[in-house]
């Protein structure tokens, strides 16, 4: 009989940009001050993304830094998937940009958008084909740059989001731990509540769409806060009865950082003390499918996540979605590479660089010489043109 095989977190990292608004510069911009923001959200101050950061550029650093914990090599990934909601195109993934960053040579790439709720969607599909033996290591990924769709004179919206990305970095054990148990839900006939609704198929880019403000986020407030109060407490406990554990077993409890009152009613219905609640709401907003593993990530680095301890990560979002996890932390303690290997893989990430410049050239040279072939007639016969008896397709090679 084949050995159980367990998804172990065996890699962490974050990013978040150096800016940094405060409510009294929101204050400026807008008709709100800090004591209005802070009573109604917990917010004190979010990161905003310069021009020259993207989502993939944040998914990156938190993907090397993710790495560089598990000590692993990216030509070693089977897979990457970027939750995300802010790609940096609308195709192609945004983590195919990260996988070519990387030089991850042998790793597919994916996006996934679930709002809020995306990066626990992405880490419990990830725990399920690592559990089935079809890949051994996957980066998982959330990162957004929500700046960029933010209605700046809305106050409703606007004062609680925040950029950043954090990563995880599963891998195959035969040790029992890493992701136990999960639930995915989804409400779509809330799916107007918490909307961009220009830009797709439905309202395309156009100057209605942009003159109606239809490329900004879209917010019912109210009723997204009346959905997160009832759904965050009840897959928590979900997740925890399906792991067959108590609330007593979990050592720390990590939800989206949305909304202060709304942790904090999960908490209570939970019956879980503040002190086993981590919370960094107050330094970074909302930053949607990036909240989850950033605030994981600091959890570790304060000391608050030791191997061994039962984590339960919680979320809501988009869709109307909701999803939970329950994580044993059973990795070791931080393996650190010698100097020479961090010396290597700086060396491999501009070599990857340089790799994917020439990639594109030579793309562009074999393009240009088949043109040249084309004109001269020697590809005339509708391999250039498509040309089938008298018609002509339009396609060009």
């Known amino acids: 009989m084949a050995a159980r095989r367990y998804a172990a977190v065996v890699g962490w990292g974050k990013y978040v940009p150096q800016r940094v608004m405060t409510n009294d510069e929101l204050a400026t911009m807008v008709d709100t001050s800090d004591e209005w923001i802070r009573q109604r959200t917990g917010i004190l101050e979010r990161r905003i993304a310069d021009l020259k950061e993207f989502t993939s550029t944040m998914a990156i650093r938190a993907a090397r830094a993710a790495l560089r914990v598990a000590a692993l090599d990216p030509d070693r990934l089977d897979l990457i998937i970027v939750c995300t909601v802010t790609g940096d195109y609308p195709f192609p993934a945004t983590a195919s940009l990260v996988q070519d960053a990387l030089g991850a040579s042998h790793a597919g790439a994916f996006d996934l958008a679930a709002g809020c709720s995306g990066f626990i969607y992405g880490l419990s599909l990830a725990s399920q084909m690592i559990a ?9 990924i959330g990162a957004e740059t929500l700046s960029r769709i933010i209605d700046w004179s809305d106050r409703q919206t606007c004062v609680l989001f925040g950029d950043g990305a954090g990563a995880f970095v599963l891998q195959a054990s035969d040790q029992p731990g890493g992701v ?19 830009g797709g198929s439905r309202h ?80 970074y907003g909302n930053t949607s499918a990036a909240s989850v593993p950033i605030a994981v990530c600091e959890a570790v680095e304060e000391g608050r996540i030791k191997p061994g301890d039962h984590i339960v990560l ?21 393996r650190r590479w010698p100097w020479w290997r961090r010396l290597l893989q700086w060396l491999r990430y501009r070599y990857a660089r340089v790799k994917s410049f020439r990639q594109r050239v030579v793309r562009k040279l074999g393009s240009l010489w088949n043109r040249l072939l084309g004109r001269n007639g020697n590809m005339g016969n509708g391999a250039v043109r498509g040309q089938s008896g008298g018609g002509d397709t339009g396609w060009q090679t």
């Not at 033996?133 to 996957?138: H, K, L, S, T």
């Not at 409400?187 to 609704?197: E, R, V």
């Not at 490329?215 to 928590?236: C, P, Q, S």
Request: hydrophobic share 50%.
């Open 204 to 283: 395309p880019f156009n100057e209605t769409t942009l003159a109606n403000g239809m490329t900004k986020i879209r917010m019912n407030g109210r009723e997204v806060f009346r959905f997160a109060t009832r759904i965050m407490g009840r897959a928590a406990k979900e997740v925890i009865d399906r792991a067959g554990l108590d609330i007593d077993h979990v050592e720390l409890f990590v939800p989206h950082q949305a909304n202060l009152r709304i942790i904090s009613t999960a908490a209570k219905f939970l019956g879980l003390p503040m002190d086993r609640v981590y919370v960094n709401l107050d330094r």
């Open 132 to 140: 089935a033996g079809a890949y051994d290591n996957i980066l998982v």
């Open 180 to 198: 136990i148990s999960f639930t995915l839900g989804s409400d779509g006939s809330g799916a107007d509540l918490l909307i961009m609704p220009g």
């Open 314 to 334: 919680v979320a809501f979002g988009a869709g109307l979605s909701w999803a939970a996890a329950l994580i044993q932390w059973a990795v070791p303690p931080e």
